[in-house]
């Protein structure tokens, strides 16, 4: 899969509020997805659909526990964290490179008068 569909994906993924509220709460720690979805005072089974686009996508990945491989833990991937960054890296700078061609082109400007 090409760079490009992954970040489509991870937008896509995020852009789900209660998705990104998972994010958040997995930034603080590794969590069941009973915890999960009692966080978002929601059903089992539609917290479950939120993690299935996660995990798809690969911001998170499941974990079975050992004392009982029923119990999934749930946690943050960061590779495609460092993909999504790189990419807003590049943006930036795009950016950062325009605003300062054009600072430079209106303090030109401005001795010139």
């Given at each position: 899969?090409?760079?490009?569909?992954?970040?489509?994906?991870?937008?896509?993924?995020?852009?789900?509020p209660?998705?990104?509220?998972?994010?958040?709460?997995?930034?603080?720690?590794?969590?069941?997805a009973?915890?999960?979805?009692?966080?978002?005072?929601?059903?089992a089974p539609a917290m479950s659909r939120h993690l299935r686009v996660l995990r798809k996508t690969g911001l998170v990945e499941e974990e079975a526990i050992e004392d009982d491989a029923r119990v999934k833990v749930y946690r943050l991937?960061?590779?495609?964290?460092?993909?999504?960054?790189?990419?807003?890296d590049e943006?930036?700078?795009?950016?950062?490179?325009?605003l300062s061609a054009f600072k430079a082109h209106a303090e030109r400007t401005r001795k010139k008068t």
């Open positions: 899969m090409g760079a490009a569909r992954r970040l489509d994906e991870t937008f896509a993924a995020l852009a789900d209660t998705r990104r509220g998972v994010i958040d709460l997995l930034r603080e720690e590794p969590r069941r009973g915890e999960l979805a009692a966080a978002f005072d929601m059903s991937r960061p590779e495609r964290f460092g993909e999504l960054r790189a990419w807003l943006v930036e700078s795009f950016w950062s490179d325009q």
